[in-house]
């Protein structure tokens, strides 16, 4: 009983500790949603309030007025899905490969993920650059996409590693005993189980392409081609004055897609299990 009690301060520390970790990532979210509905002359007031007092939709429809948001909403999209899809159909086999044969392969992947994850952007760009203008991509979605494969493929591979090591060598050993061969015990037995891992590696990649800025504003010149980072950066005067109210309302909306995926595939990341799966 004592002990009980002794842990119930502590619980109680711990939620509050959690909730307050909660707000403080919830806040820029929520202070966005506030700023996208408030109208111009509560954006200008000296005293900010959390609640708009007038709420508008006026911000979205100018939004929508001054920048081709749904375009460029458009190009995101095919860039991460197409960017997500390949990352991943790369990196599994090269996980398992790599993850069930230990030695050299495997070292050098794991300093691979190292050393890549230590380049900054702007170190990488001009010899990036040179390439892709050989390949003729430069102005290009495939371009762009084929940046972004590469750029999350050390990661993704890393990730895969994890959750290939987390399935028991085992279910392989006893779907061979049972008379499956090599083929129809990675489709059958060890496939379904990596599942969590493809898709949560999937939403990596796809979470990743879909905000990064740099180098879709290097590689993309022309106005129909760019992404929605690159285009919320039109919202900017000469001077550096943002229209806050429409950024504001634009963003948010970029903010949408992300959340959307993640809420809908959330069981599929944590609901992979590996009870009942090895034979009694």
Do not use: C
């Not at 002990?3 to 939620?15: D, E, H, M, V």
């Not at 890549?116 to 990488?124: E, T």
């Amino acid at each position: 009983m004592s002990a009980l009690k002794a842990s119930g301060p502590a619980r109680i520390g711990q939620y509050l500790a959690l909730l307050a970790y909660l707000v403080f990532l919830a806040f820029p979210f929520l202070w966005l949603v506030s700023t996208a509905f408030k109208p111009a002359p509560e954006l200008a007031s000296l005293h900010p309030t959390w609640i708009p007092k007038d709420p508008t939709a006026a911000n979205f429809r100018q939004a929508f007025d001054e920048q081709p948001l749904l375009r460029a909403a458009g190009n995101s999209l095919v860039a991460a899905v197409a960017a997500a899809v390949i990352a991943v159909a790369v990196a599994t086999p090269l996980a398992y490969v790599t993850a069930r044969h230990r030695g050299r392969l495997a070292s050098a992947a794991t300093g691979w993920v190292v050393i890549s994850q230590a380049f900054p952007f702007v170190l990488v760009i001009i010899p990036l650059f040179l390439i892709l203008k050989n390949l003729h991509l430069i102005n290009s979605v495939a371009g762009l996409v084929m940046v972004y494969v590469v750029w999350s493929l050390p990661f993704a591979l890393w990730m895969l590693m994890g959750y290939v090591r987390a399935v028991p060598a085992e279910l392989e050993e006893a779907a061979a005993v049972d008379g499956a061969g090599r083929i129809r015990t990675l489709v059958s037995v060890t496939a379904p189980l990596l599942g969590p891992g493809i898709v949560a590696t999937a939403l990596f990649a796809f979470v990743t392409a879909w905000n990064e800025f740099f180098f879709a504003l290097v590689l993309l010149k022309s106005p129909e081609k760019q992404t929605l980072p690159v285009v919320l950066t039109h919202f900017l005067g000469a001077e550096g004055v943002a229209d806050l109210g429409p950024l504001a309302a634009a963003a948010f909306l970029a903010t949408l897609p992300s959340l959307v995926v993640f809420a809908v595939l959330q069981r599929r990341i944590t609901g992979g299990t590996l009870a009942g799966a090895v034979k009694s």
